[in-house]
């Protein structure tokens, strides 16, 4: 599988975005997807998860702003950030494989990476 992440870029605090993320392979829809992010300095984190029955995980430091959703049509996972705070700010990764791999930080698949900056 391979994995292409859009949607990053600036934006204000209190703002939102939406990263998709676009995988090839027709096994796309039986793969678990998720996101993780990395800010400078820091480890990488696990920031959300669904599995194929669309069952979704959080980390809590992002429960009530973000929202993860697949649409296996399009081979495409979404990440919707809303109310973004200056500590969002990191470098966003798509991830894919089942879920216990994606759950725990050993994917089959990673994608390139896109940065997410919000400014106070």
């Known amino acids: 599988v391979q994995l292409v992440e859009l949607g990053g870029g600036l934006v204000q605090a209190g703002g939102s975005l939406r990263l998709s993320c676009a995988g090839s392979?027709?096994?796309?829809?039986?793969?678990?997807m998720g996101w993780y992010r990395q800010a400078p300095g820091k480890q990488r984190e696990l920031v959300a998860y669904i599995n194929i029955d669309s069952i979704t995980n959080y980390a809590e430091s992002v429960k009530g702003r973000f929202t993860i959703s697949r649409d296996n049509a399009k081979n495409t996972v979404y990440l919707q950030m809303n109310s973004l705070k200056p500590t969002d700010t990191a470098v966003y990764y798509c991830?894919?494989?089942?879920?216990?791999?994606?759950?725990?930080?050993?994917?089959?698949?990673w994608g390139q990476g896109t940065q997410v900056t919000v400014s106070s």
């Open positions: 392979g027709s096994i796309f829809s039986i793969l678990a």
């Open positions: 991830a894919a494989g089942t879920t216990r791999m994606v759950a725990g930080d050993s994917p089959a698949a």
